[in-house]
C-alpha cells in the first residue's frame, strides 16, 4: 500500500484554506464597490460645481442650507433648480438602467442580452410617446406609459424565447432585436401622426436628456428605486445562482423560475422608470455590467454595474453641457458616442482573452 | 483502507444504505412525443450504474426524469419510499446531485467559487458559509485533484480539468446519489479513465450511488457494476456488465456488428468491432 502515510502537501486543503481564499476573493469587489460610490459622488461633486457656471463649496453647502449668496442672487435658483436635479437624476438613472442591464445579462448569461439591446428601452420609450402624444400624459402618466411598452415588451420576448431547449439567452436576444426595431418603426409613426412641436419636445426626449429634470421626477424615480433596489439585493443571490445555467441550478435548489421572473420584473421595472424619467439614454445598461465585472477581475456585481452606471450618466451629462460651447448635448447622444467604441473595446479585448 | 485521501472528510453522511432510485413505468417527453415509454427500473444502491444506448434512445431524458428536470407524464420516479415530487427542492437538491451535459461556467468565475456553488442546498437566505460549507468544498478540491487550480478562472482550464471542477462541484453537494449526463464528452482517452475511475474511488469510499450516461462501451463495463442498455425509450437489457455486452445484445441495440472478448487485460468485456469489409 504505497502513499499510506504521505498524500503530496500541495495536494491537501483544509476548511481554513476556503475561507481563507474566500475572505481574499471578497476584498477585491468590496473596494472596488466603495471607491465606485466614492466616484458617484465626486461626479456628481463636478456636476454641480463646475461647468459654465462654477460655484465653490462654501457657497454650495450655504445654498443647500437655505441661504442665498449674496452679490450671486441666481446662484441658488441655478443650484436648486438645474445643476443639482440633472446632477441626481441622473445619478438615480445611471443606477437604475445599469442595475437592470446587469440583471438580464446575468440571468441570460449574455452580454447582449441589456434591455437597450433587445427591445426593453425602446418598447417603454413607445409606451411614453403613445401617453405622451395621444393623452398629453407627463410625470407618472408618462411613466406607467413606458412601464406598460417595457412590461408588454418582456412578456412577448419571453413568450417567444422560453421552452424548448438549447440556449433561450440567444433566441431571447434575437427575438429582442426584432423588437426593439417594432418598437423603434412604431415610435417613428407615432411621431409622424403629432404636431411638430409635440414631436420636437417628444424627439429629445427619445434621445435621452436630463434636461426636464426637476424635482418631481427625482422623487418618483428615487421612490422606485428605493423600493426596487433592495428586492434585488434580496434575490441577488439567487440570480448569481442561475447563472451555471437553469440545468445546473434547479438541480442545486435554486427556484429558477420565481427567480427568472422576479428578475426579468425588477429589471424591466428598473428600465422602464429610468426611461420614463429621462428617456432611454442609450448604451448605460449595456456598458455597465461589463465594465464593473472588469473592475472587480471578472465576476459579475450588480452593485458595481448599477455604480458605474450613476457615474456613466452624470460625467456624460457634464460633458453634454461643455463640450460645445454655447451648447447643450441631450446626454444620450454623449452616451452614444462614448459608449460605442468602449463595446468595441470589450469586444476585441475579449476576443484578446480568448485566443 | 488509509490509502486514500478521499475518506478523510465525510463523516455525516457516509452511510451504508443509501435510498434506492427506482422508475415506476415512467413516460418521459417533451411536446406531445414520449420519449422514454413505460419504463421500469431499479438502480442497485451504493452502486455505479451505467446507462448505454444509440443516439437518440432515451438516455439523457431519463436521466432528465431522475433528477426531476422533467416530470413524468405517467408512472412515478421514487427514491427510497417517496415519489420524487414529493421532496422540497432543497431536500432534494441535498439527496441527488446532478451534472448536465454540457455545462457552462459563468463568466470571470474561479474554481473555488464554482465548487462552493455546489453548497447551495445547505445556506439559508442571507446566512455566510459555514465551516461545513468550506470543509465540504475543500474536500471535493482535494478528493477531484484540483486544489492546485483553486483560483484559477474555469474559462482557462483544459477540457480534463474542466471538467474534474464540475465533478467537485457536484461533490460539495454532498449528494447520496450522482447523476452525470455524459461526463467524459470530449475528453481524450487519458482524461476519460481519470475521470471515470475517481467517480469509482468515490463510490467505493463514500457508497454514493454514481448513475452515468455514456457512450463509450469499454469504459462502461470497465466503470460500472450494473449496465442498462436502452432503445427506443425502453429497457433491451440490463445487469452485469458481461451479461449485456454480448454480440446478440450489441447488434440488437445498437446494430453493430462486433465482436466480445473477455479479457483478462481489462478485467472485464471488451467490445471490437468487426474488421471494416472493403468492398470492392
Redesign the interface.
Known amino acids: 500500500m504505497p502513499a499510506a502515510v504521505t498524500t503530496p502537501a500541495a495536494a491537501t486543503m483544509a476548511a481554513g484554506d476556503v475561507a481563507r481564499l474566500r475572505a481574499r476573493s471578497r476584498r477585491r469587489p468590496r473596494l472596488v464597490v466603495a471607491a465606485l460610490a466614492l466616484a458617484l459622488v465626486a461626479a456628481v461633486g463636478v456636476r454641480v460645481l463646475l461647468g459654465t457656471y462654477t460655484v465653490t463649496l462654501p457657497d454650495f453647502v450655504s445654498i443647500l442650507g437655505g441661504h442665498s449668496i449674496p452679490g450671486a442672487s441666481g446662484a441658488r435658483f441655478i443650484v436648486l433648480q438645474d445643476k443639482l436635479p440633472h446632477a441626481v437624476l441622473g445619478a438615480l438613472a445611471g443606477l437604475a438602467l445599469g442595475c437592470s442591464g446587469a440583471i438580464f445579462q446575468l440571468l441570460l448569461r449574455n452580454p447582449l442580452a441589456s434591455p437597450d439591446i433587445i427591445g426593453i428601452n425602446s418598447s417603454a420609450s413607445l409606451g411614453g410617446i403613445v401617453a405622451l402624444a395621444f393623452f398629453g400624459a407627463s410625470g407618472l402618466g408618462l411613466a406607467a406609459g413606458g412601464l406598460a411598452g417595457a412590461a408588454v415588451a418582456a412578456v412577448v420576448i419571453f413568450g417567444l424565447s422560453v421552452g424548448g431547449r438549447g440556449s433561450a439567452g440567444n433566441r431571447f436576444v434575437l427575438v429582442g432585436l426584432g423588437l426593439a426595431v417594432l418598437a423603434a418603426a412604431l415610435t417613428n409613426y407615432v411621431l409622424s401622426r403629432i404636431s411638430i412641436y409635440q414631436a420636437s419636445d417628444a424627439a429629445i426626449w427619445l434621445t435621452g436628456s436630463l434636461g426636464q429634470a426637476n424635482w418631481g421626477r427625482i422623487q418618483l424615480l428615487g421612490v422606485v428605486l428605493a423600493v426596487l433596489l433592495p428586492l434585488v439585493a434580496a434575490l441577488s443571490r439567487n440570480l448569481h445562482a442561475v447563472s451555471v445555467g437553469e440545468d445546473l441550478a434547479a438541480g442545486l435548489g435554486v427556484p429558477v423560475g420565481a427567480t427568472r421572473w422576479g428578475g426579468i420584473a425588477l429589471a424591466v421595472g428598473l428600465a422602464a422608470f429610468a426611461v420614463a424619467a429621462t428617456g432611454p439614454i442609450t448604451f448605460v445598461a449595456f456598458v455597465a455590467g461589463p465594465v464593473a465585472r472588469r473592475l472587480v477581475g471578472g465576476t459579475h456585481t450588480l452593485t458595481g454595474a448599477a455604480l458605474v452606471g450613476g457615474v456613466v450618466v452624470v460625467l456624460a451629462d457634464f460633458a453634454a453641457g461643455n463640450l460645445i460651447p454655447g451648447g447643450r448635448l441631450p446626454v444620450g447622444v454623449v452616451t452614444g458616442i462614448v459608449g460605442a467604441p468602449v463595446l468595441l473595446w470589450l469586444v476585441a479585448a475579449a476576443q484578446r482573452e480568448r485566443s | 483502507m488509509?490509502?486514500t485521501?478521499i475518506s478523510t472528510h465525510p463523516p455525516a453522511t457516509a452511510q451504508n444504505g443509501a435510498p434506492e432510485f427506482a422508475a415506476e413505468s415512467v413516460s418521459l417527453g417533451?411536446g406531445g412525443r414520449d420519449i422514454v415509454k413505460d419504463l421500469s427500473f431499479e438502480i442497485p444502491a451504493g452502486r455505479v450504474t451505467a446507462i448505454i444506448g444509440p443516439n437518440g434512445c432515451g438516455k439523457s431524458t431519463l436521466l432528465r426524469g431522475f433528477?426531476?428536470?422533467l416530470r413524468p407524464r405517467t408512472g412515478r420516479i421514487r427514491l427510497g419510499e417517496r415519489d420524487v415530487a414529493r421532496f422540497g427542492?432543497?431536500?432534494?437538491?441535498?439527496t441527488?446531485?446532478?451534472?448536465?451535459q454540457h455545462?457552462?461556467?459563468?463568466?470571470?468565475?474561479?474554481v473555488?467559487?464554482?465548487v462552493?456553488?455546489?453548497r447551495?442546498?445547505y445556506r439559508g437566505?442571507f446566512s455566510r458559509?459555514s465551516?461545513d460549507d468550506?470543509?465540504a468544498?475543500?474536500?471535493a478540491?482535494?478528493a477531484t485533484?484540483t486544489?492546485?487550480l483553486?483560483?484559477t478562472?474555469v474559462?482557462e482550464l483544459s477540457g480534463g480539468q474542466r471538467q474534474r471542477v464540475w465533478v467537485a462541484m457536484a461533490l460539495a453537494?454532498e449528494t447520496e446519489v450522482l447523476l452525470l449526463d455524459e461526463p467524459t464528452t470530449y475528453l481524450d482517452l487519458a482524461h476519460q479513465v481519470d475521470l471515470l475511475d475517481l467517480l469509482v474511488r468515490l463510490n467505493r469510499s463514500r457508497g454514493t450511488t454514481m448513475v452515468l450516461v455514456l457512450h463509450e462501451l469499454n469504459l462502461a463495463a470497465r466503470c460500472a457494476d450494473h449496465l442498462v442498455a436502452m432503445k427506443d425509450g425502453r429497457i433491451a437489457c440490463s445487469g452485469d456488465p458481461r451479461e449485456v455486452l454480448t454480440r446478440e445484445n450489441l447488434s440488437a441495440v445498437f446494430g453493430l456488428d462486433a465482436s466480445v472478448l473477455d479479457s483478462e487485460l481489462a478485467a472485464g468485456p471488451v467490445v471490437v468491432p468487426s474488421p471494416r469489409r472493403d468492398e470492392a
Open positions: 488509509t490509502s485521501s417533451y433528477s426531476r428536470m427542492s432543497r431536500e432534494f437538491a441535498r441527488v446531485g446532478l451534472l448536465p455545462p457552462v461556467a459563468p463568466d470571470g468565475i474561479t473555488a467559487d464554482l462552493s456553488r455546489g447551495y442546498p437566505m458559509s465551516r468550506d470543509a468544498v475543500a474536500w478540491l482535494e485533484h486544489v492546485e483553486t483560483q478562472p474559462a453537494q
